[in-house]
């Protein structure tokens, strides 16, 4: 079993929509972290959390600590939003890695 | 699902000496690896891109000489810090790109301390 599990593993999307990426993890952590990755590219760290919730732009990533749940949204969606989005959740001197949600936004 | 290894996963070393990395994919063939470093409280950082058989491609300011990225095979990549001082004591982490799924999958990390 995966430490970290996300979903959708896969996820196409029109333009304009309004797009949720879900993280669960099995461990207690430090903190999680959103990654981006664009086809061929290295990654991108998007948020840092602990707690609460973070918004830069027009995404935002949320976290629950007590549920070992997090969220990153995104609104308003554009193609170059189009990526691999990855989450990591750090225990101690430990990362563990989501494999990542792969998003697709169409014109 | 598929897996990459690191070792060591911790190291500790004095001052001026090299330490080697190893980063393995164990389980599929791998013609492209990245190598991360992750300080404190920061976020990860793309330090290079190894392709197989072809010399690694380094993100600016990241200095070639010291960090030796050596992929000599499908299923290995070496990172060596050469000449290391208190600077580069970090977290470094690999990650392998399973081409054929198009899906990357990460190494443990490697905790770096250097004396």
Known sequence: KNEVEQSPQNL???????????CSYSVGISALHWLQQHPGGGIVSLFMLSSGKKKHGRLI????IQEKHSSLHITASHPRDSAVYICAVVTGNQF???TGTSLTVIP | GAVVSQHPSWVICKSGTSVKIECRS???QATTMFWYRQFPKQSLMLMATSNEGSK?????????????INHASLTLSTLTVTSAH??????YICSALR?????Q????GTRLTVL
């Open chain 2, 86 to 91: 208190p600077e580069d004591s970090s977290f």
């Open chain 1, 96 to 98: 563990y890695f989501g």
């Open chain 1, 12 to 22: 196409t999307a029109q333009e304009g929509e309004f797009i949720t990426i879900n």
């Open chain 1, 61 to 64: 990533a949320t976290i629950n």
């Open chain 2, 56 to 68: 690694a491609t380094y993100e600016q300011g990241v200095e070639k000489d010291k960090f030796l």
């Open chain 2, 26 to 28: 164990l389980d599929f």
């Open chain 2, 105 to 108: 999958f990460f190494g443990p």
């Open chain 2, 99 to 103: 081409s054929s799924y198009n899906e």
